[in-house]
Each structure stands twice: as C-alpha cells, then as structure tokens.
C-alpha cells in the first residue's frame, strides 16, 4: 500500500514554497508523516492541548507558523515537528507537497508535507502545545462507513462537516475531522482511488465561521 501511495505521490513533486511578504504572519507548514509499519503504513497525528486558547482538544498533523528564520515551508514543517513531538527531521524522508489550502475556521494558509519513515520514532509532546500523539493505519480511513457527520453551531445556525472517530490502543477517543481529515482523505482519493466522497459546508458557511 506504501509503495501505491509514494508512486502515485509523484503527480505532487516536492518543492519548498516560500510565503509571499505580506502573507508571511498567516502562512503554515504541516508535516503528513507516514510510517512503514508493514503491509500498512500508519499516520502520525497529534491532539492539541485542552488548555490552548485556540482549538484545544483538535486533532492535527505536527506542524505550525512560518517563522522568518525558516528557510522555506518544508523547513518550517520539520522544525515544527520536532518541536512539538521531537521527531528528528533526519528521520524523514520528505517525498511530495500537496496542494496548500484553508483551514476552515482560520484565515492561514497550509503547505502539507508528506514524509516517510522507515520505522516507529519515538516521539514525546511538548506539554505546552500537545496533549496526546497516536498513530492511525491507512487502511481505517479507506472504510466509508467509519465516517459520519456532525452538526457546528455557530450563531444558532448548524454547519454539517464530516468526521471520524478513532479509539487507540489505549481506549482513548479521537475526533478527526476539518482541514486534517480533508488533507487525509484527499491524499487517498489521488493516490489509491479511494473514492471517499465526503460532503463538506459551503462557502458561504466557512466564511460565515472564520468571520466571526
């Protein structure tokens, strides 16, 4: 399945994007870390702390803010990744950029990398931004019916967007959904014609959320 994913990553060449000037303070980098676990390959996301003032307890890639001394955006993603959950950019092999976009409730621009790691990292969270760090098979997103689909609401008004839950070996649950689970999904539409036709808000709703 690795192999299916990294031969059909190849319509997504590697480049390093810098943002431009006056975007730079809303421009972030995301690393989709997939690791070679055998037949399947896992993919590394981490929950935000629930003491954060901005989306506590979401689930999202390693990842985060431009900073001027970055390089370019690829840089910018692996210095966030490992200083939010130590991994060690050595360990990566960054193979393919995706097509940036929004998250649905901030006014950022995201680059997605995707790196390969040819073995389980160790990895530990920095406190003051991760709450927890789990690792998702492949596969479990390939399964349509896992999804199902929630109602936000905002202003008394309710926005639908999909999601699906996962519950580690640990017994703790997991929300995924918004521009993380579009990322994921997206990646396996273009790479293993997963075929996950998923029914996002409009974009009348999105600017309805970020305006607020």
Not at 132 to 152: A, G, H, K, N, W
Request: charged share 25%; proline share 8%; with cysteine.
């Amino acid at each position: 399945m690795l192999e299916a994913i990294v031969k059909n990553l190849e319509k997504f060449p590697l480049c390093r994007p810098q943002p431009v000037d006056d975007q730079s303070r809303s421009t972030a980098a995301v690393l989709v870390a997939l690791i070679n676990s055998g037949e399947i390959p896992e993919i590394i996301l981490t929950q935000r702390a629930q003491h954060l003032s901005s989306h506590p307890g979401e689930v999202a890639f390693p990842g985060g803010m431009w900073d001027a001394e970055d390089a370019d955006l690829l840089q910018t993603a692996l210095r966030e990744a490992k200083e939010e959950i130590g991994l060690d950019p050595a360990l990566v092999e960054v193979v393919a950029t995706l097509p940036s976009a929004s998250p649905k409730r901030r006014n950022l621009r995201v680059t997605p990398f995707v790196g390969l790691l040819e073995n389980p990292p160790v990895l530990v969270g920095d406190p003051s931004e991760i709450g927890s760090i789990f690792t998702v098979p492949v596969s479990y997103f390939l399964d349509i019916e896992r999804y199902e689909y929630f109602d936000l609401i905002h202003r008394g008004e309710s926005i639908r967007f999909p999601r699906l839950q996962y519950c580690d070996n640990q017994n703790r649950e997991y929300q995924i959904w918004g521009f993380t689970l579009r990322v994921i999904t997206d990646m396996l539409n273009e790479t293993l014609g997963a075929e996950l036709n998923l029914i996002y808000p409009s974009h009348q709703e999105i600017q309805l959320l970020r305006n607020s």
